[in-house]
């Protein structure tokens, strides 16, 4: 994090600005790209006497990926958030599927539950999965797919799901939840959010 003072005449007040870097992923590889730069005005005491702004660690690439998939393995179980026919959050619990690599998510479930009427007019979801044992806990937001090809969901498949569907062929459907933004925290690993703002360790997609 690079941190900078500028003065304000207008107002008298010191006031800083801060860049936060925001991790990019692109192309199964990390690197990180600048976000753009915001202004915030901090608490009366931050604003006088403040011999240097705060640095705040920014954890690594290599860091961020293994904490969050460490949770989300751990939790197994996640929270599931669609949006309903009146633009309102409907959650519900999810037994998900990751993937092998990445963090595309696949979840079951029966074609005639209120969430697939839900994608099918708005496609933007998220998860949420919370790991006790570490007090952390992972947010990934993205587009939800329905999948019906017999082939992916066969190959996309989890065994305890088996008592759920008897038919596969017409009680399952397939969800493709395609990440566009994740955040992390995990104390355990290094993964903290900003001291000052609280705001998590972001991976975005392209």
Known sequence: MEAVRSHDPGRRRTVIGITVPVVVLNSDRFRLRPAASMVGAFLAGAMVGLAGPARAQVPSPDRIAPAARGIMERARYAAFITVDSAGGPQARTVDPLLSDTGFVVWIGTNPRTRKVAEIRRNPSVALYWFDQSVGGYVTIRGR?????????????????????????????????????????????????????????PTVRWP
């Open 144 to 200: 939800a797919l329905l999948v019906q090809d017999p082939d992916e969901k066969a190959r996309q498949w989890k065994p305890e799901w088996r008592p759920f569907y008897p038919d596969r062929s017409r009680d399952f459907v397939l969800l493709k939840v395609v990440p566009l933004r994740l955040e992390v925290v995990s104390p355990r690993d290094g993964v903290s959010g900003d001291s000052l703002t609280w705001r998590p």
